[in-house]
């Protein structure tokens, strides 16, 4: 089975290309404003805006004459931003996000796209009108492999460089296995899964919050566009960027876990966190969970692995319904962690209940209910 994937890992770069990288983000910038100002300025005279293709001409001929120190870097670069300003047109049009803005200079996330010459050894990538750089990580980024595309991009002052290729995988789909897991995601524990599998929160943002405190307070007493205060605020970004790392990395180890047990279908909740986060009280530790990373990676990984995924609707109520008999416990508050059916008399942890729920309603084993006006069935 042919996948795309993608690698991204940290550079290793001399000060002539960390120069050449700030000039190629700098052009790649200034192209995205330029086409995003010509549209805007065509939709209010005209009614019409160009497309990628119109763009592109024009802005090859304006590098003759007005932007000659484009020619510094790559015609990739101006080209892939302009290509990039069509792709945010096309998702506001289909109503996916909101209209495009401008980039700032001052933004901590700088990058570019490269494609053509680009050849990737052990320790070095080679990158048109760059040169060969060295890779942080050595045998990390696959050799001889058809990269699709390339971008490098800055973050709290590293430069790192991400590849997507075509790869070859052995085909999922001789999975046999008759096993169901449902996932209940939560707070208390990242997840509680119907087998007995538990993950504890880590709670990544709690360990460093006390850092990210004391910067702040220095940054707050700096000189505004002082050295200094820049220099606090990369402290800050290499903060964000390690408690970042350290939740992708907790998802994929417990997404891997999931996937290696081989089951036959995983069954996940549903969740709105742009909704849940208006819980002010709740939002920094929602946030904190990563939900809705961790049902990305399991998507990919279970079409890759032949497992089916199984999306429950967002109002079915895995920890309000008793999983021995069906009954719905409408009063069930937040708080309460334990609870007992008055009709089985079972007792019921909560998550582990939601779990076992969410795995009955992939095997059709509870009773329909009453949401919102509508009856759901579990099947």
Not at 65 to 84: H, M, P, T
Not at 140 to 152: A, D, E, G, R
Not at 230 to 254: E, F, G, L, P
Not at 271 to 291: F, Q, T, Y
Request: charged residues 25%.
């Amino acid at each position: 089975m042919k996948i795309q994937r993608a690698y991204k890992t940290q550079l290793n770069p001399n000060n002539a290309q960390i120069t050449l990288f700030k000039k190629a983000c700098g052009t790649a910038r200034f192209a995205y404003n330029w086409g995003l100002s010509q549209r805007i300025q065509q939709y209010e005279n005209t009614g019409k805006s160009d497309n990628y293709y119109s763009q592109k001409k024009q802005f090859n001929q304006a590098k003759k004459i007005d932007f000659v120190w484009a020619y510094e870097v790559s015609k990739c670069v101006g080209q892939e931003a302009l290509r990039n300003l069509d792709k945010a047109y096309a998702k506001f049009f289909k109503k996916t996000a909101g209209f495009p803005k401008f980039k700032s200079r001052h933004n901590s996330n700088q990058s570019f796209s490269l494609y053509g010459a680009i050849h990737v050894a052990n320790d070095t990538i080679q990158l048109p009108r760059i040169g060969k750089v060295r890779l942080w990580e050595k045998g990390y980024l696959p050799c001889n492999t058809k990269i699709i595309s390339t971008t490098v991009s800055l973050k709290a002052e590293r430069w790192f460089v991400s590849i997507q290729v075509e790869e070859e995988i052995e085909d999922g789909n001789k999975n046999t296995s008759d096993v169901v897991i449902g996932i209940d995601f939560g707070i208390k524990e990242l997840a509680v899964c119907s087998n007995g599998m538990r993950f504890e929160n880590p709670k990544h943002l709690k360990q460093k919050e006390h850092r990210l405190k004391r910067y702040q307070r220095k940054l707050a007493r700096q000189i505004k566009g002082s050295k200094n205060r820049q220099k606090t605020k990369n402290k800050i970004a290499t903060v964000h960027y390690k408690i970042a790392c350290t939740r992708k990395d907790s998802a994929h180890k417990m997404t891997t876990a999931l996937v290696k047990t081989k089951p036959k279908a995983i069954v996940i909740e549903t969740l709105r966190v742009s909704n849940m986060v208006k819980n002010h009280k709740l939002a920094k530790s929602i946030s904190d969970c990563g939900w809705n990373e961790k049902a990305r990676q399991l998507r990919y990984k279970c079409l890759w692995n032949g497992i089916e995924l199984k999306e429950v609707d967002t109002f079915f109520p895995s920890s309000k319904l008793c999983s021995v008999c069906g009954y719905k416990n409408t009063g069930l508050l937040l708080s309460d962690r334990q609870w007992v059916c008055p009709e089985c008399q079972s007792k019921h942890d909560r998550d582990s209940n939601a779990s076992k729920n969410l795995e009955l309603y992939y095997m059709g084993g509870l009773p329909k209910f009453q949401a919102c006006g509508q009856t759901y069935h579990y099947h």
